[in-house]
């Protein structure tokens, strides 16, 4: 196997991208639960932690650490500093680097959220018939922004981001009673067809990640998305923050089975 090549397992997956591989994450561990990643002083915590419980849909908290640890019980053994393909990291709002590694910014007072990915209900997608067209394209997910704004949280607040995977008609509704039947990890679509009622104009230039071509008889489905917290960090400008890129997720040890309902 080629360090190109889709890992299966979790452990070698962040064992090539703690050596510098920076590729998106889809596909890769199929079968185990993947995490967006959003790391805060703790100064900022709590405001984080609220947005989450009152936006569920878009931040399903999976982990919280303890101010500094650098490790998480999703994953013993990984190095949330290291263990990513690649990491973005935000001064007042603005993007200023998208490194590989996080190690020399690392602070004890940084607390780090780990946030249910959509990329982990692909592989029931897959197993249910239901193609991942940007899986099959080689591409990262598309993501956007919408016209609809998440409830604020203490100093956090900003538009709900989505994710759109196109659908083949017939199987619109086998999409979304898969997928409702894993909620943390954002469960059932938000919205299906018209992409413009989500206020997207043109679904050929997504706000992050890569556009995903839809094949005759393809519907876009829309599910809520885990680059949401980015959004909310871009319009309330926090001082300091660290997350993972769009489409460039944290690969956890833990089974998507154990996040899907019977």
Same mark, same amino acid.
Not at 67 to 95: F, I, K, M
Not at 97 to 103: I, K, Q
């Given at each position: 196997?080629?360090?190109?090549?889709?890992?299966? $397992?979790?452990?070698?997956?962040?064992?090539?991208? *703690? +050596?510098?591989?920076?590729?998106? =994450?889809?596909?890769?561990? &199929?079968?185990y639960t993947?995490?967006?990643? /959003?790391?805060?002083?703790?100064?900022?915590?709590?405001?984080?932690?609220?947005?989450?419980?009152?936006?569920?849909?878009?931040? &399903? #908290?999976?982990?919280?650490t303890?101010?500094?640890?650098?490790?998480?019980?999703?994953?013993?053994?990984?190095? #949330?500093?290291?263990?990513?393909?690649?990491?973005?990291?935000?001064? $007042?709002?603005?993007?200023?680097?998208?490194? @590989?590694?996080?190690?020399?910014l690392?602070?004890?007072? #940084?607390?780090?959220?780990?946030?249910?990915c959509?990329?982990?209900?692909?592989?029931?997608?897959?197993?249910?018939?239901?193609?991942?067209?940007?899986i099959?394209?080689g591409?990262?997910?598309?993501?956007?922004? @919408?016209?609809?704004?998440?409830?604020?949280?203490g *100093?956090l =607040?900003?538009?709900?981001?989505?994710?759109?995977?196109?659908?083949?008609?017939?199987?619109?509704?086998?999409?979304?009673?898969?997928?409702?039947?894993?909620?943390?990890?954002?469960? +059932?679509? /938000?919205?299906v067809? !018209?992409?413009?009622?989500?206020?997207? +104009?043109?679904?050929?230039?997504?706000?992050f990640?890569?556009?995903?071509? #839809?094949?005759?008889? $393809?519907? &876009?489905?829309?599910?809520?998305?885990?680059? @949401?917290?980015?959004?909310?960090?871009?319009? =309330?400008?926090?001082?300091?923050?660290? @997350?993972?890129?769009?489409?460039?997720?944290? !690969?956890? $040890?833990?089974p998507?089975?154990?996040?899907?309902?019977?």
């Amino acid at each position: 196997m080629t360090a190109t090549m889709p890992a299966a $397992d979790p452990a070698v997956a962040r064992e090539h991208y *703690r +050596a510098g591989l920076a590729v998106p =994450s889809s596909g890769w561990a &199929p079968g185990y639960t993947q995490a967006n990643l /959003v790391v805060v002083p703790q100064d900022w915590a709590y405001d984080v932690l609220l947005f989450g419980q009152r936006n569920p849909k878009p931040v &399903p #908290l999976l982990d919280v650490t303890d101010a500094g640890s650098t490790s998480t019980a999703l994953a013993p053994g990984a190095d #949330l500093r290291t263990d990513l393909p690649r990491y973005r990291v935000w001064r $007042d709002g603005e993007l200023v680097d998208e490194p @590989t590694d996080v190690v020399d910014l690392w602070r004890d007072d #940084l607390v780090t959220f780990l946030i249910g990915c959509s990329f982990s209900f692909e592989t029931a997608l897959l197993d249910a018939g239901v193609p991942v067209r940007n899986i099959e394209q080689g591409r990262n997910v598309s993501m956007y922004r @919408t016209n609809r704004a998440c409830r604020p949280a203490g *100093r956090l =607040s900003g538009p709900l981001v989505v994710s759109m995977r196109p659908v083949p008609g017939e199987l619109v509704a086998a999409a979304v009673q898969v997928t409702a039947r894993m909620p943390q990890v954002h469960g +059932a679509p /938000v919205h299906v067809g !018209v992409p413009e009622a989500l206020g997207i +104009a043109d679904l050929a230039r997504p706000d992050f990640g890569d556009p995903v071509e #839809l094949a005759d008889g $393809d519907v &876009p489905v829309f599910w809520a998305c885990g680059v @949401t917290p980015q959004a909310a960090l871009m319009a =309330s400008r926090p001082p300091f923050a660290i @997350t993972h890129a769009p489409g460039h997720m944290f !690969v956890t $040890d833990v089974p998507d089975a154990v996040y899907r309902q019977s």
